[in-house]
């Protein structure tokens, strides 16, 4: 991906360079005026100065860690009458309390032109992508269910008192402390992230001299981040166990499954406002662009699962709900908030040529208000509504407000470096 990123922007270049409108010939402009130092060689500055630039550029950016709930897979001996449940002397394993998404490789692109002469007044539009980056967790127990491998989960509170440690065993061996299975299985945890955006400023010269150059922005900004967590859980009946499904058990080797799936979506609509400087020390130059858009984030928590159910010479059987999707917290919520989405960038480059400039830099950006996905997954669960769980209950209606829609909210940043070039004309 990186590879095919650079590729094509480079390619955009090289295409665009050869038709670029050149600074007109020599006459009189001296070494050491703004002109020369822009175009390499002596011209007049009303003829040489630019009058449109586009750029392409690499992002090598990283972004805030995805929250997950911890712990989520458990192992533990299968001794205990709750294999795997912490408070059975399960250990924590799969995951930590984050996905972390590793460097993520990206493309921005810019173009903007002067609407005057004097290159006072002008517009620009800029958009980038982090293509989506998927983060997978899985873990599955040998043909015998060992090691034993659960989902943690904590029974509904009763009478005021906390939430009681639980776990939906996904493996257990033969010969077991509970008395169940024994079952093959495994866990996975899939989780996803992609961000981009888009503005438009306008461009409002204030200072423009030899060396030092200050600019206006005012405009639009739009940013749009969409994630999701899926829950994948497989477990097999072995040497004449069996698998519950909807209060009825099968003998081996039939099997249950589960998919949880949980997927936010984030888009920022704002007005912007920023300032730009340059400094040029000959073909040198180092910039800084500050900017604040406010506006409204509309944010998107949907909540799906399934539970299925496959025996032999049957077609498999599929019904509503999953392991931490129940009836109670399926479905699609929105919400509009007010946020706060701050960017600031740096760059030192060198004008390579009259029309071309190359650039390093580095960019932050900080989104105030968001909704993720590993945020949304509440822990408590009722059994009674558990497709795949003994404890189901047919018809069963009381107390089944678990788990609980969520509508968490937390911050969010990206940021890394930058790889660009420029052409002016």
């Excluded at 005021?160 to 079952?183: I, K, Y």
């Excluded at 049957?314 to 706060?340: E, K």
Aim: proline share 8%; with cysteine; glycine share 14%.
């Amino acid at each position: 991906m990186r590879k095919e990123l650079v590729a094509s922007m480079f390619a955009l270049f090289a295409g665009a360079g050869g038709a670029l409108a050149q600074c007109p010939a020599p006459s009189a402009c001296s070494p050491g005026d703004a002109c020369a130092a822009a175009c390499g060689w002596p011209c007049p500055e009303a003829e040489c100065k630019p009058k449109a630039w586009v750029s392409g550029e690499y992002l090598l950016w990283r972004i805030k860690d995805g929250p997950l709930p911890y712990p989520l897979g458990l192992t533990g001996s299968p001794a205990t009458p709750n294999p795997g449940a912490l408070n059975a002397g399960g250990v924590p394993f799969l995951t930590g309390p984050h996905t972390d998404y590793g460097t993520l490789s990206g493309m921005r692109v810019s173009a903007g032109t002067w609407l005057d002469s004097d290159a006072h007044v002008g517009i620009e539009g800029s958009g980038f992508l982090l293509p989506k980056q998927t983060k997978t967790y899985r873990a599955a127990s040998d043909p015998n269910g060992s090691p034993v491998i659960a989902f943690r989960y904590l029974d509904p509170p009763v009478g005021g008192a906390p939430a009681v440690e639980d776990s939906f065993q996904a493996s257990l061996p033969a010969g077991n402390g509970a008395g169940a299975g024994p079952f093959a299985g495994g866990v996975g945890v899939v989780s996803s992230t992609r961000l981009w955006g888009a503005e438009v400023n306008g461009v409002l010269g204030l200072v423009d001299r030899s060396k030092f150059r200050l600019q206006a922005l005012a405009g639009a900004r739009y940013a749009d981040l969409q994630e999701s967590l899926n829950l994948q859980f497989q477990s097999t009946a072995i040497d004449g166990g069996m698998v519950p499904f909807q209060g009825n058990t099968f003998p081996a080797p039939s099997a249950v499954s589960t998919l949880d799936s949980f997927q936010t979506h984030n888009q920022f609509y704002g007005g912007q406002l920023g300032l730009r400087g340059e400094y040029n020390l000959g073909k040198f130059f180092v910039s800084g662009t500050g900017k604040v858009a406010l506006g409204s984030n509309h944010e998107v928590v949907n909540v799906a699962g399934t539970s299925s159910l496959f025996t032999p010479g049957n077609a498999p059987l599929t019904v509503p709900g999953g392991q931490f999707a129940g009836p109670s917290n399926i479905g699609r919520t929105t919400h509009d908030d007010f946020a706060v989405l701050p960017e600031v960038e740096v760059k030192a480059g060198i004008q390579a040529t009259r029309w071309l400039r190359a650039y390093v830099g580095y960019d932050f950006l900080y989104w105030s208000r968001v909704v993720r996905p590993g945020n949304q997954v509440d822990l408590i669960v009722n059994d009674a509504g558990n497709a795949v769980n003994p404890g189901f209950v047919r018809g069963a209606t009381s107390g089944l407000g678990f788990p609980r829609p969520q509508f968490n909210k937390t911050d969010f940043w990206a940021q890394g470096l930058t790889f660009g070039l420029e052409i002016r004309y």
